[in-house]
């Protein structure tokens, strides 16, 4: 029997103009402290459950880190260090460079020229990316192939390298002969396949893989429901399990298998990680003691039992990587369950001590990396505000909360004070709970500051995830000094005494919308929509708040998608225009810009000048990447906040996501004039959409004298590119040798991008 898992996408026609404008940058000189020491990966945007994968990114010699984040984003950091001491700093740009990944992202050189290739799930289990480097010496890929075998008589034919959705198989040398085998667990999950590299054995060139089904059992072992496998299992040469058959009917699939040599004797042992459990399950290979094939001997259920034990609620995988770059493969563990398990304590560190035949595996921390990070667990919010009246503004950070052993999220507040001299931008940690607010066990607190009860003092209001909002009274002596804010409202009730909610993930924002002189509140939610409440209080001190509209400027966050938008405004100067605007985060990570908020008519529809401002997109924590609209990437969640951090006179952005970190954005100024930098007003339509045979392609406002059209699909594999004048303005193209399904038109001019989705329909 062939297996395939076949996904088919329809969906309506879309069209994203994303990029119109670019003015912010990522920017990683303003330091972070957490006392005197320095949090190095401060803006690296947060982990909850990264995979590791190590390469030499920059071609200098030294390997780098590259952390997946499944379905999310993959994020790249630089080695600064020397050879045995690494310094990882983050740098998203070499991000990207990497093609959409799904599921799980392997790096392993398997032809031979010692550049790292990429594997990842694709549509078949096991897809292959070569790898190169390109004229500024960075890694890129292009797609080789997907993985198939034909030595099966029970298959019919060609059949797919399997690997279970969600399961993170092994790719390494099993049989230690020059070339990568693939393991992962059947269809079931009870049993691991080996899938044999044949390259060796066949005499094929370097640059080539061929796989052959050799065992359905690999390590003659086998798993149920339980934490102990059953070893000693058998297969017969048809590939039927022989032994522990009843067994195998009670499987099931969520696992992570990492094969590493753990005593350092030259087998592969491994552990095990199952979404049924919080521990993992290590069992030893006697290959090498007793002869034979691979076989494992020996299980400690719950590893390390005799030492520090790991524990992530929710399927934790492990990643063999020699992350201290001492000679020595080292373990990294963290949750492989995206959304639901550990989202702070996620990233244990074990460092390999072994020598031959005396493993040795030291615990060194739980919160390896996010340690050096701002993570405020899961969905950050950032808001500025200069809280210690210094004229510098401070940095708060909120969240959707940090899992707790209930399995709820509890909620804190941040607060890092700006601490910057001249020349010097910093932050500095002043309060992991400010106010100690967890103590009302609030799920979500989305923080905003603002005059609301109009005594002249600024106050502050949380948005919370179940959409209802708590209301901090500043009780201080005036505006001018530190403010004491007292909880008066838990629960934020409007001008009759309702309770304000809007029905889930409030994310509040304080501005005077209809500029009669008193701050208004405005509230994104989980529709993307922006409800407003007009400030109609007549006593200073007193807060009244009246629903005046749903949906002002008949705005919304990822328009195509009903639910589940997130939106987050922020309303404000971002440029040297004078103007205030309404920038919003969204669920798909974009930011969306629109005018009209300072005229003061809220029965406006507000222009959308913006899909993707400044082409920031938390997809991969970095602008005008070619996949960041391709809608691989759901629930990535965007939040910002603006303002002067340096003192220089222009703006700076600060953006949060669903990892719970932050990242940071500089506006680019001009060096001779101070004038933003000014990119094409470019546009791009494709028609008709869908289409069967021909795509005509329109485009408008490019500078450039060449274009570059390249036409892929959702696994980011090429199909067409040609260079064309731009003075042409119109081009036609054949897609008849397309099959059914969804493509992205990519029309590049000089460093600008612009896309489009197109389906071919038959």
């Not at 007793?290 to 520090?308: A, C, H, L, R």
């Not at 119109?730 to 612009?754: A, E, F, K, P």
């Amino acid at each position: 029997m062939r297996i395939y898992i076949l996904i088919t996408l329809l969906c309506c026609t879309f069209i994203s103009t994303a990029q119109i404008s670019k003015a912010y940058y990522p920017d990683s000189t303003v330091k972070v402290y957490s006392g005197t020491r320095e949090l190095t990966l401060a803006w690296a945007g947060g982990f909850n459950n990264p995979q590791f994968a190590m390469g030499d990114l920059n071609h200098d010699g030294l390997p780098d880190l590259v952390v997946y984040e499944p379905s999310k984003m993959v994020k790249t950091f630089i080695n600064k260090g020397t050879t045995g001491n690494p310094d990882y700093r983050y740098a998203p740009e070499y991000a990207l460079n990497f093609p959409p990944v799904s599921n799980y992202l392997v790096l392993a050189d398997y032809n031979c020229d010692n550049i790292p290739d990429l594997f990842q799930e694709g549509g078949t289990g096991f897809s292959v990316y070569r790898g190169y480097y390109n004229s500024s010496n960075r890694l890129c890929f292009s797609f080789y192939k997907d993985i198939y075998y034909n030595n099966d008589p029970h298959a019919g034919g060609a059949a797919n390298a399997y690997n279970n959705p969600g399961d993170i198989p092994a790719i390494v040398d099993v049989d230690n002969d020059g070339d990568l085998d693939f393991v992962s667990y059947d269809i079931n999950g009870g049993f691991l396949n080996l899938y044999k590299n044949m390259r060796v054995e066949y005499g094929l060139p370097c640059d080539s893989i061929h796989i052959e089904l050799k065992d359905r059992c690999w390590g003659k072992v086998s798993q149920i429901f339980y934490r102990t496998h059953f070893m000693g299992t058998s297969c017969d040469n048809t590939g039927l399990k022989q032994t522990n058959d009843t067994a195998a009917k009670q499987t099931h699939s969520g696992n992570t298998p990492c094969l590493f040599d753990w005593d350092m004797d030259g087998d592969y042992d491994y552990l095990d990680g199952s979404v049924s459990f919080n521990e993992m399950t290590f069992l030893k290979n006697g290959r090498i003691e007793y002869g034979g094939p691979d076989s494992m001997v020996y299980q400690d259920t719950m590893w390390q039992s005799g030492g520090t034990t790991v524990s992530i609620p929710i399927w934790p995988a492990a990643f063999n990587v020699d992350i201290d770059q001492d000679g020595k493969k080292d373990l990294l563990i963290s949750p492989n369950a995206g959304n639901a398990s550990e989202n702070y304590k996620c990233i244990w560190f074990y460092k390999n001590m072994t020598t031959p035949g005396a493993p040795d595996w030291q615990f060194k921390s739980d919160t390896f990396l996010i340690d050096k990070t701002i993570d405020a667990g899961t969905a950050s919010y950032p808001m500025l505000f200069d809280y210690n009246k210094d004229g510098k503004p401070d940095l708060f950070v909120g969240s959707d909360g940090f899992r707790q052993s209930t399995g709820l999220l509890k909620s804190r507040i941040a607060y890092y004070e700006n601490t910057s001299t001249t020349g010097h931008p910093s932050f500095t940690l002043r309060s992991l709970n400010f106010l100690n607010i967890d103590t009302f066990s609030f799920q979500g607190a989305a923080p905003t500051f603002g005059d609301i009860d109009n005594d002249g003092k600024t106050d502050m209001i949380l948005g919370h995830s179940n959409g209802t909002l708590t209301y901090y009274k500043n009780i201080a002596a005036s505006e001018t000094v530190q403010p004491i804010w007292q909880p008066i409202m838990t629960t934020l009730t409007n001008d009759t005494g309702g309770t304000i909610n809007v029905s889930g993930k409030a994310a509040p924002f304080i501005y005077d919308i209809d500029k009669d002189g008193k701050k208004d509140l405005v509230i994104g939610n989980t529709y993307g929509t922006i409800q407003y409440y007009r400030n109609v209080s007549t006593v200073p001190g007193s807060i009244k708040l009246k629903l005046i509209n749903n949906k002002l400027g008949n705005i919304k966050a990822d328009p195509n998608q009903l639910i589940g938008c997130y939106s987050t405004p922020f309303i404000g100067r971002i440029d040297s225009t004078g103007r205030d605007y309404l920038l919003m985060g969204s669920n798909s990570g974009n930011i969306y810009r629109f005018d009209s908020v300072q005229s003061g008519d809220t029965t406006l529809t507000y222009p959308m000048i913006d899909t993707q401002y400044s082409s920031i997109d938390s997809t991969y924590t970095y602008y005008n990447h070619p996949y960041s609209v391709l809608g691989l990437y759901d629930n990535i969640r965007s939040s910002l906040t603006v303002g002067d951090v340096d003192g220089d006179g222009d703006y700076e952005m600060i953006t949060g996501n669903i990892l719970g970190g932050l990242n940071f954005y500089k506006r680019k100024l001009n060096d001779y004039t101070g004038i933003p930098v000014v990119n094409e007003d470019g546009r791009v339509n494709v028609y008709p959409n869908p289409t069967a045979d021909i795509l005509n392609i329109n485009w408008s406002g490019m500078l450039h004298e060449q274009l570059k059209l390249t036409i892929i699909n959702m696994q980011g594999q090429q199909f067409y590119s040609e260079t064309i004048p731009a003075n042409t303005q119109h081009t036609s193209i054949d897609v008849n040798s397309l099959t059914t399904g969804i493509y992205v038109c990519i029309v590049q001019s000089g460093v600008n991008r612009y896309y489009n989705k197109f389906t071919v329909l038959r």
